[in-house]
């Protein structure tokens, strides 16, 4: 029995993959018991290095950290999308100057560390940490998703646009209209993947002293008086980072999900109008 992809497995395929498949769950389960046994056996789980999180004090710093985390990454998130919309405007732009000069922005910064920027603003600019890991994050993402946005446009079908333009429609109806709508669906996705990496890249603000959540975790993992708890703060940490990068995707599905059932996207999605209907901002037909 066949598919139109592939051949149907039969028994002795079955058991193969059954074999192979209790093999490998066997040979995670053992890797996960060594990892496990190690981190008993270098005293990982003793009351000592796990004490330091029963006091309000290490909680509350945690929680401070966490929170200023949280900030940095809401500033940096907004400021990046923001940016990224200039640039992609201005790579997408008639004038060829715009473009050359917004071309040139975006390269540089996607060429630069985010590291390097980030030391560049807070050692020679003479700025806060906060506003230097803000800006240093909204250079580098905001100059990737411009990229982003520019692709996902560039990849709605070209004659969408100069239906839409035959119709007598400016440009920026057209893209808020036609183009932007359609685009937006191909492009979140890689939206959100750029807003993980940035979550992420809050944690390089501890190395100028920004007080974000790796940073308070650091300074529990180097108190000589709780035994040095560093396994302890990671097992504490990382889970938190894990839970936030997939609550950024899971809103990502459920933005995705609203856009399908949105009446508005989906009349944009639609091609020729009716004869006699009028479009935004076009005027009547003369007579």
Not at 189 to 203: E, F, M, R
Request: net charge positive; charged share 15%.
């Amino acid at each position: 029995m066949t598919t139109a992809l592939y051949d149907v497995p039969g028994p002795k395929t079955k058991r193969r993959h059954l074999f192979y498949g209790i093999g490998s769950t066997v040979v995670i389960l053992a890797l996960i018991g060594w990892i496990i046994y190690l981190l008993f056996d270098t005293g990982q789980f003793t009351a000592q290095k796990w004490s330091p999180f029963e006091y309000k004090g290490i909680q509350e710093l945690l929680l401070r950290g966490l929170g200023n985390t949280l900030k940095a990454f809401a500033y940096a998130a907004v400021l990046s999308l923001a940016l990224g919309g200039v640039l992609a405007a201005g790579r997408l732009s008639e004038f060829r100057l715009v473009r050359w000069v917004c071309t040139l922005l975006v390269e540089f910064f996607r060429a630069m560390p985010v590291l390097v920027m980030i030391f560049f603003i807070y050692v020679a600019l003479k700025v806060e940490p906060l506003p230097s890991l803000v800006a240093g994050l909204t250079l580098y993402n905001g100059s990737v998703l411009a990229e982003v946005f520019r692709t996902g446009i560039k990849s709605v079908e070209r004659g969408q646009g100069e239906a839409a333009y035959s119709l007598g429609m400016r440009k920026t109806q057209v893209m808020r209209h036609v183009l932007v709508p359609q685009a937006l669906r191909a492009m979140l996705p890689t939206i959100i993947s750029q807003l993980v990496v940035a979550l992420k890249d809050t944690s390089l603000g501890y190395l100028i002293t920004y007080e974000e959540f790796l940073h308070a975790g650091k300074l529990i993992a180097s108190n000589l008086d709780y035994g040095l708890p560093f396994i302890p703060v990671v097992m504490i940490i990382s889970p938190i980072y894990i839970g936030m990068c997939m609550l950024l995707s899971w809103l990502a599905n459920w933005v995705s999900k609203r856009q399908k059932r949105n009446p508005k996207v989906e009349s944009a999605e639609v091609g020729a109008p009716e004869p006699g209907t009028l479009l935004p901002g076009a005027g009547r037909p003369k007579e």
